[in-house]
């Protein structure tokens, strides 16, 4: 049981280039989500779903995509990168009814040039 | 959304002294979680406390829902619980939202 798996856990980017940022979960849970942390400012949600097929905008969307067409996967895709996305990226998942609450991939850490 | 206040923002402990993280927040919750960020920035999820009171080892956290806070207790401080403590709360809507965190530095 690998919990939340996230790749690469490191990255570089140059500015306007774009790239995925993968999440898979061998858990079976309903909930996924991304978040991304930078100096300060604990975590803030980007996307999330509650589903295959279902996403939805969190609290910091723009300059992101998300789709969910399997149960284990949650990719995010930066369109065209920026030095604002430089941050430290996590992706979580949960069971619907859960007594456990979220399980955290071990992050990746983007740096935009 | 909910707003979620963590204090004392930081945090300097002697090694075996004992202490009290504090997370308001602003509306009824479903789901509030307390996380360790270690050093190696990886989040350890410590407690799921949306109302209660549990006991892992040497912590232990307490959620009292009606008044919105939850508490996290230290005790016997060691070196190895430096790092960030985060209180997360979700209102029922999917988002789970962060504080930003209690510094803890326990000094040997």
């Known amino acids: 049981n690998a919990g939340v798996t996230q790749t690469p856990k490191f990255q570089v980017l140059k500015t306007g280039q774009s790239m995925t940022l993968q999440c898979a979960q061998d858990?079976?849970?309903?909930?996924m989500s991304w978040y991304r942390q930078d100096p300060g400012m604990g975590l803030r949600l980007i996307h999330y779903s509650v589903g295959a097929g279902i996403t939805d905008q969190g609290e910091v969307p723009n300059g992101y995509n998300v789709s969910r067409s399997t149960t284990e996967d949650f990719p995010l895709r930066l369109l065209s990168a920026a030095p604002s996305q430089t941050s430290v990226y996590f992706c979580?998942?949960?069971?619907?009814?859960?007594?456990?609450?979220?399980?955290f991939g071990s992050g990746t850490r983007l740096t935009v040039v | 959304g909910i707003q979620v206040e963590q204090s004392p923002p930081d945090l300097i402990l002697q090694e075996g002294a004992n202490s009290t993280l504090r997370c308001n927040f602003s509306d009824s919750v479903n789901n509030l979680q307390w996380f360790h960020q270690n050093p190696w920035g990886q989040l350890i999820n410590l407690f799921y406390i949306p109302s209660g009171t549990k006991q892992n080892g040497r912590l232990s956290a307490t959620t009292v829902a009606t008044e919105r806070y939850s508490l996290l207790y230290i005790s016997s401080s060691q070196t190895t619980d430096s790092g960030v403590y985060f209180c997360a709360v979700e209102g029922g809507n999917n988002r789970l939202a962060f504080g930003k965190g209690n510094q803890v530095v326990v000094i040997p």
């Open positions: 858990m079976n849970h309903e909930y």
């Open positions: 979580a998942s949960s069971r619907q009814y859960s007594n456990y609450g979220y399980t």
